[in-house]
């Protein structure tokens, strides 16, 4: 769809210029029209061919946090209710916003919405920004009336969300750094270190052990080939994103992570905890039970979580029950999951039963990460200890063969 560069005055005699998209004029004079302005002059601007070929997209940096879209949930759920118009409101949100990305993304849905487009179809064309989550959820709120209530409901959605992940990476902050922090010393020590130990062994025509040789040659290589080394992490990652892609890789990965002690407990109550928030966020803005397992499934990142949701949707589209359904997996889902929904189907209270569900998950992998913290720190210790000792033992072995011939 074309841009154009457009002059408009309104009934006042206020002028204003600004660009658009439309599909011609006639669509944009029927814009303007709309917004209270006639139009005076548009000229189309025209593509620049080398801009197309540099804007690449890009997942990661096409991404907007968690945090700018509860924010935007929140403010934009309080100025409805306050009366405001979708539009306007839409508008006064993107002058708010931080990031340019989604600053662009709102001021384009809002003109999608004067054009007499749906907000949900809007958010559509924006699904690195917007979940099907999300985009189902409004759907829903336009469609009976109540999109207030709906955002509200997505509000505590993504908060809680945020809490939740805001705990694992607080578990996770601690061994990241001390991880980072032993391979940026150890390659310090390979690349400024070693290769003066290593003339010195040379000059004195000791004959080296294979660990000290190893270690040698090591750091021998990075400092005097440091490019290949960073070209042979850049594959490394390269290799891992792009099986991260294949379902047999990731099916693999996530069975193992599955059967790891200490991260299968983490994955499982995480995983329940998203699956119990969202289906009760789905089910209590008056998403199809069958629709709403299907987009649960589409938000969980594990592969047997995902397949179990997926087969359980079927089953519920015969005529079975979730609770039913889900006792196939138990070894995925804990059995107080199951138990918990079929209490909620024989009541009818499914939704609320769901989110106290969520609760208590929430609560749980809070515990849990703290534990992790504490069982991670006297493991980290023993690991950077036994490198230490490998490295130490490799430098100084040489030496005491030394002292032996003498």
Not at 220 to 228: G, H, I, P, V
Not at 314 to 335: F, H
Not at 354 to 380: C, H, Q, R, W, Y
Request: charged share 20%; proline share 3%.
């Amino acid at each position: 769809m074309p841009k154009f560069s457009y002059t408009a005055k309104s009934f006042s005699g206020e002028e204003k210029n600004g660009k658009i998209d439309a599909k011609d004029v006639r669509q944009l004079a029927t814009t303007l029209k709309v917004q209270g302005f006639l139009l005076i002059s548009a000229v189309a601007e025209k593509e620049d061919e080398e801009k197309n070929i540099l804007n690449i997209n890009i997942p990661f940096l096409s991404r907007v946090s968690l945090v700018d879209k509860l924010m935007f949930t929140r403010n934009l759920q309080v100025m409805i209710s306050s009366g405001l118009s979708l539009p306007k409101s839409l508008q006064v949100l993107a002058l708010q916003g931080k990031s340019k990305l989604f600053r662009k993304a709102i001021l384009e849905i809002k003109e999608e919405i004067i054009k007499g487009n749906n907000f949900s179809d809007s958010l559509k064309k924006y699904p690195n920004i917007f979940s099907e989550l999300f985009q189902n959820m409004i759907k829903v709120g336009e469609e009976a009336g109540n999109l207030e209530e709906v955002l509200g409901i997505l509000s505590k959605q993504m908060e809680r969300e945020n809490e939740l992940k805001s705990k694992i990476k607080g578990a996770l902050m601690y061994p990241a750094v001390i991880v980072s922090a032993m391979i940026i010393i150890g390659i310090l020590m390979l690349v400024m270190v070693v290769p003066n130990i290593a003339e010195t062994f040379e000059d004195l025509g000791i004959e080296l052990p294979i660990t000290t040789q190893f270690i040698i040659g090591l750091g021998t290589f990075m400092a005097e080939k440091w490019y290949l080394s960073i070209v042979f992490i850049v594959i490394l990652i390269g290799f891992y994103w792009f099986g991260l892609q294949s379902k047999k890789v990731k099916k693999g990965i996530d069975g193992i992570l599955l059967k790891l002690p200490i991260i299968s407990t983490l994955i499982k109550k995480t995983n329940s905890a998203t699956t119990a928030r969202t289906l009760s966020s789905l089910i209590s803005a008056g998403v199809p039970i069958v629709r709403s397992l299907e987009i649960v499934s589409n938000t969980l990142g594990n592969f047997y979580n995902k397949k179990a949701l997926s087969e359980a949707g079927e089953e519920v589209k015969k005529g079975g029950k979730l609770s039913d359904a889900l006792s196939s997996y138990k070894d995925i889902y804990p059995i107080i999951v199951i138990q918990m929904i079929k209490v909620g189907e024989e009541t009818g209270e499914t939704s609320s039963i769901l989110a106290k569900l969520a609760d208590f998950f929430e609560e749980e992998v809070g515990n849990a990460t703290k534990n992790m913290a504490s069982i991670i720190e006297p493991v980290l210790m023993l690991i950077v200890g036994a490198v230490i000792g490998f490295f130490a033992i490799s430098m100084v072995q040489p030496m005491y063969s030394m002292l032996d011939a003498i």
